[in-house]
Antibody, heavy 122, light 107 residues
Framework: QVQLQESGPGLVKPSQTLSLTCTVSGGSITRGSSYWSWIRQPAGKGLEWIGRVSASGSTDYSPSLKSRVTISVDVSKKQFSLRLTSVTAADTAVYYC??????????????WGQGTLVTVSS | SYELTQPPSVSVSPGQSAKITCSGDKLGDKYACWYQQKPGQSPVLVIYKDTERPSGIPERFSGSNSGNTATLTISGTQVMDEADYYCQAWDSSTEVVFGGGTKLTVL
């Protein structure tokens, strides 16, 4: 079955850009109803959706992060990526990638990657 | 913006039924799903489309959604079910909304 694995730096300096990549294995990245999402979780807190990308490259972002986020996809490598600019300590979190199934007025995330901790600190 | 509200904590004795609620304006008009997250692990989908169970999820997990409240019910709760549970729904303005999470304690 589909598995996802996040990769990228675990430490980013304030004001710099956070970049993460998610590699998809065990299944197709171009499956019809699948989107590919990033979700984050600060320590001890809840889940926050960041945004999604389709295999064709169309994107949707959380309104609260839209000005700083770019999500892209490389179908040939079965990877999708997250860029978050101008980071602050508030962006410190575990970042998850996940497959998102989207339908008419509904969506869900399954499966999730194992998550990667990104700390913003000088 | 649309909000989903969950109780911070729920306690249940082993073998009893646990009910975790998720409240939102006219939530019953949307589809809700639920995730289980154990300490140090990624969330796992346990219910989608209000009542559907993914393959591999035990039958003791069930869901319902009506009015303003979606409910995750765990029948015959086991110690292994102790975890944080998050509800989630789609919203036209924010696309994705998560509840704040409920810590289920089995003791």
């Amino acid at each position: 079955q589909v598995q996802l694995q996040e990769s990228g730096p675990g430490l980013v300096k304030p004001s710099q850009t956070l970049s993460l990549t998610c590699t998809v294995s065990g299944g197709s990245i171009t499956r019809g109803s699948s989107y590919w999402s990033w979700i984050r979780q600060p320590a001890g807190k809840g889940l926050e959706w960041i945004g999604r990308v389709s295999a064709s490259g169309s994107t949707d972002y959380s309104p609260s992060l839209k000005s700083r986020v770019t999500i892209s996809v490389d179908v040939s490598k079965k990877q999708f990526s997250l860029r978050l600019t101008s980071v602050t300590a508030a962006d410190t979190a575990v970042y998850y990638c996940a497959r998102e199934i989207v339908g008419e007025l509904l969506n869900w995330f399954d499966p999730w990657g194992q998550g990667t901790l990104v700390t913003v600190s000088s | 913006s649309y909000e989903l509200t969950q109780p911070p904590s729920v306690s249940v004795s082993p073998g009893q039924s646990a009910k975790i609620t998720c409240s939102g304006d006219k939530l019953g008009d949307k589809y809700a799903c639920w995730y289980q997250q154990k300490p140090g692990q990624s969330p796992v989908l346990v219910i989608y489309k209000d009542t559907e169970r993914p393959s591999g999820i035990p039958e003791r997990f069930s869901g319902s959604n009506s009015g303003n409240t979606a409910t995750l019910t765990i029948s015959g709760t086991q110690v292994m079910d102790e975890a944080d549970y998050y509800c989630q729904a789609w919203d036209s303005s924010t696309e994705v909304v998560f509840g704040g999470g409920t810590k289920l304690t089995v003791l």
